[in-house]
């Protein structure tokens, strides 16, 4: 297991988010980003339980097999602009490519100082994982994936990607299996991305969940941490 990383107990978690407790409006905005070949209402049920535990979100769409990379980031800037109107702060999460749109805005959007809070990342790999290089010169992937699934097969992509200097919560699927039979060999993996691929020196996993990439979001132990994670950002402006 990679140094950094710890496991939150399922039961635990069922537990203490069942706890009632009094739901007040929090501070942070939560601006969800989905994934490659996903919709904004695969993270509703995601945005639902976080706007009852009163952290307020908002969602950005794209499809990616007709909108390029870089067109989609300048969205998210515009969007991160106007979401700090009034001193307003927000927090942006993002599923597997939407982390990546997060990381390349984060590092190229001009806003005021403290504006961005914190960034989540879920199953979002931080080198080419091996499927997308295994399959990025297949003409089925080109067409589906588009230009974003180009850039997860880019080394150089993300050699330029920055680690952000605000709290970074990154959750990391081990729900598949792993050995002989697996093209991840030994490593564990969430079937799309392996552990192995989401981390980089100064960005190591935090959170380790024991599900498949396509339903990180809905795992109880990922909605606790991000949770968690959200009301200690919240404490820590007042």
């Known amino acids: 297991m990679i140094p950094g990383a710890r496991r939150l107990s399922l039961r635990k978690a069922f537990i203490e988010t069942l706890h009632i407790q009094p739901v007040r409006l929090l501070a942070v905005r939560v601006l969800l980003i989905h994934g490659l ?27 990616a097999d007709f909108e390029s990379y870089t067109s989609i980031c300048d969205r998210l800037q515009a969007r991160m602009l106007a979401m700090t109107g009034g001193g307003q702060r927000f927090a942006l999460c993002g599923h597997s490519l939407g ?61 330029g990607l920055q680690v952000p ?41 935090t959170v380790l969940v024991d599900d498949v990439h396509t339903f990180l979001m809905n795992s109880t132990t990922a909605r606790y941490a991000i949770d968690d994670f959200l009301r200690r950002i919240d404490s820590s402006m007042q």
């Open 165 to 205: 200097p605000i709290p970074w919560l990154r959750i990391i699927g081990t729900g598949r299996p792993t050995g002989k039979l697996s093209p991840f060999g030994g490593e564990p993996n969430d079937g799309v991305v392996a552990l192995d691929e989401a981390a980089r020196e100064g960005a190591a996993p």
């Open 99 to 159: 982390g990546l749109l997060a990381l390349s805005a984060l590092s190229k959007v001009r806003i005021r100082p403290g504006a961005a809070s914190a960034l989540i990342t879920l199953g979002t790999p931080l080198m080419p994982p091996r499927l997308a290089r295994r399959f990025k010169e297949s003409s089925w992937f080109r067409l589906a994936a588009g230009d974003g699934g180009q850039r997860l097969a880019d080394p150089q992509f993300f050699a």
């Open 37 to 63: 070949g996903r919709t904004p209402l695969s993270l509703q049920p995601l945005a639902n339980y976080l706007n009852q535990r009163g952290h307020p979100t908002e969602s950005l769409g794209y499809v």
